[in-house]
C-alpha cells in the first residue's frame, strides 16, 4: 500500500516562511510527477507547485517569488518552500504524485491527507 504523509503546515504571520514536506511509502517502483495543490474555504483545488522527477519545476503566478519547489535525494519526498506568506496563501495544501507501482502499468495517482496552512496576524 502506497501513501504520502505531509507535515509542516501550522499558523504563522504574514512575511513569515514555512517548509512542507510530504513523503511517499510504501511499495513502489518509483515516484514520477510530485505536486502541490491548495483548497481555501469556498474555493476549487488550486494547483501550486509541480515538480518532474528530471526536477524540471513550474508553478502557479500566485506564488512565483516566493515558494520554491524541490525533491529529496531519494526522489521519494518533495517539498515546498514557502517565504514571503500573505493571507491569501491560507488554505488546506495537499501533497500530489505519480507513482509507478507495477514496471506493466501506467503510474497511479496518490494524494496526501493535507495540511492546514493559515497566515494571520
Known amino acids: 500500500q502506497v501513501q504520502l504523509v505531509e507535515s509542516g503546515g501550522g499558523l504563522v504571520q504574514p512575511g513569515g516562511s514555512l517548509r512542507l514536506s510530504c513523503a511517499a511509502s510504501g511499495n513502489f517502483l518509483s515516484v514520477n510527477v510530485m505536486r502541490w495543490y491548495r483548497q481555501a474555504p469556498g474555493k476549487q483545488r488550486q494547483l501550486v507547485a509541480t515538480?518532474?522527477?528530471?526536477?524540471?519545476?513550474n508553478y502557479a503566478d500566485s506564488v512565483k517569488g516566493r515558494f520554491t519547489i524541490s525533491r529529496g535525494n531519494a526522489k521519494n519526498t518533495v517539498y515546498l518552500q514557502m517565504n514571503s506568506l500573505e493571507p491569501e496563501d491560507t488554505a488546506v495544501y495537499y501533497c500530489?504524485?505519480?507513482?509507478?507501482?507495477?514496471?506493466?502499468?501506467?503510474?497511479?495517482?496518490?494524494w496526501g491527507q493535507g495540511t492546514q496552512v493559515t497566515v494571520s496576524s
Open positions: 500530489n504524485a505519480e507513482i509507478f507501482v507495477k514496471f506493466w502499468l501506467s503510474p497511479e495517482d496518490y
Open positions: 515538480i518532474t522527477s528530471s526536477s524540471n519545476t
